[in-house]
């Protein structure tokens, strides 16, 4: 598969979670997504990225959307990485980085790998987002995205 472009359906995978495996597209639900994939658990760059997330995680779920973080890091790790900093959301693993490579997502070194997903409620790729360094910003571009997304439903009703 080619690199993630606007308009693109969500892709159908599955990836481990913390239970076993999760079908990211099962996740919808009658919501958008964000799906930001992040190089490692535990690092500074990562760890900032995953709490300004998590700061803001009720104003997306306020916003009718729900955050996935995806790295390349093991389930147990995931679960340690979410129970030190208590972050609300999913993590998922990405072993080998075949899922972030196919949707166009840097990999290889602690360096690369930071993208952000936004897909509204029927799995469409509303926005993305790739920055190395500019953590807050994935944050930031995803939560004003994601309230486009509700404004034009609620002007649609």
Request: aromatic letters at 8%; hydrophobic letters at 40%.
């Amino acid at each position: 598969m080619a690199a993630m472009n606007l308009g693109d359906p969500m892709p159908d995978v599955t990836l481990t979670g913390e239970n076993g495996p999760v079908k990211l597209r099962d996740l919808l639900q009658e919501k958008a997504l964000v799906v930001y994939f992040y190089p490692k658990d535990e690092t500074p760059g990562c760890t900032r990225e995953a709490c300004a997330f998590r700061d803001q995680y009720q104003d997306f779920t306020d916003a009718g959307a729900d955050v996935v973080g995806i790295s390349r890091d093991d389930a147990a790790s995931h679960a340690k990485f979410k129970a030190k900093e208590r972050l609300p959301f999913t993590l998922l693993s990405d072993l080998g980085g075949k899922v972030g490579t196919s949707w166009g997502v840097a990999g290889g070194s602690l360096l690369a790998g930071r993208s952000t997903f936004v897909f509204d409620k029927t799995g469409v790729l509303r926005h993305k987002f790739e920055s190395r360094i500019r953590f807050g910003k994935h944050v930031e571009e995803a939560l004003e995205t994601v309230k486009k997304l509700a404004a034009e439903l609620a002007a649609s009703a």
